[in-house]
C-alpha cells in the first residue's frame, strides 16, 4: 500500500529536495539580513542570533545558506533542461535513421574521452568573460553525446514495434513519429535522465564555483562556503555541514523525484501495459 501511494503522489519523494530547495530560491528575496552583514566572531558555534553559527569572516552560516543555493540550483535545472531535452529527440532519430546513429555513437565516444570539468577548465580560464553561458555552453556540448547515445539505445527498441512501425508505412511524418508514438513511450527514461543531468549540472556548478572560476555564481553559494570554511570545521562544523548536506540533499532529492514522477501512473511492474497507440 505504501508503495503504490508512493507511485500515485510522486511529490511525497520530492518533499526532501523542495525542504531545501525553496528557501534557497526564496531566501535571498525575503531574508532581512545582508549576506555580508557580520553577526558575530569568527566561527562561532550556534546561537540564537546565528542559528548554524557564523563563518571565517563572523558572517550568518543561515544567512549565506539562503543565499548560496539559488544560483547552482537554477544553473543545474537549466543545464539539466538543454541536455535531456534535445538528447531525447535525437536519440529517437538516431534510432530511427541508422546513419544518425553512427554520428551519435562517434560524437559520445569523443565526449567521454574529455571530461566535462576539464572542458569547463579550459574554456572559462581562456575565455573568462563568458561566464555563465560558457559554463551551461560546455555542459550542454559535453552532456548532449552521452545523454543521447542512452536515448538511442532506449529508442532502439521503442521504433522496432508494431506501432511505431505501422506509423512509418502509413506515411506519418518523422516529427509525428518522433514526438507522439516514441516520446510518450519513453516517458520514465526521458524523467530518469532530467534527474540524472540536474545531477550532472550541480555536479558542474559546484565544481566551477568551488575552484572559483571567473564570472561562476558570484562570492556567496554553497561550493565556496564548503572551501573557505574547512579551515575551521572543527571550531564551528555547521559552516562546512551545512552547505554540504544542502547540496547532497538537493542532487539526490531531485533525482529521486524525477524518476518517481517518471513512474507515475505506471503499472507495478513500472512499464505501460499497452504502447500507446
Known sequence: ????????????????????????????????????????????????????????????????????????????????????????????????????????????????????????????????ESGVFGLITVAVLFGIPYCTRVFAAAAAGVAATGYVEAARVSGESTTHIVFREMLPNMRELCWAQLGLRFVTGMYIAAAAAFLQLPGTLGAANWAIMVRENATGMLLNPWAVLAPSLAIAVVAVGVNISASAFGRAGLPATGRESEPRP
Open 1 to 128: 500500500m505504501i508503495r503504490d501511494t508512493v507511485r500515485n503522489r510522486p511529490w511525497l519523494r520530492a518533499t526532501p529536495a523542495m525542504a531545501v530547495a525553496l528557501p534557497a530560491l526564496i531566501g535571498p528575496f525575503v531574508t532581512s539580513r545582508d549576506v555580508d552583514a557580520a553577526a558575530g566572531l569568527p566561527f562561532a558555534e550556534p546561537n540564537s542570533a546565528a542559528w548554524l553559527g557564523t563563518d571565517r569572516l563572523g558572517r550568518d552560516v543561515f544567512t549565506q545558506l539562503l543565499h548560496g543555493g539559488w544560483g547552482l540550483i537554477v544553473l543545474a535545472g537549466v543545464i539539466a533542461i538543454l541536455v535531456a531535452g534535445p538528447s531525447s529527440v535525437l536519440g529517437a532519430l538516431a534510432a530511427l535513421r541508422p546513419r544518425i546513429g553512427v554520428v551519435v555513437e562517434r560524437g559520445a565516444d569523443l565526449a567521454v574521452l574529455m571530461p566535462p570539468v576539464l572542458g569547463v577548465l579550459l574554456v572559462m580560464l581562456s575565455w573568462p
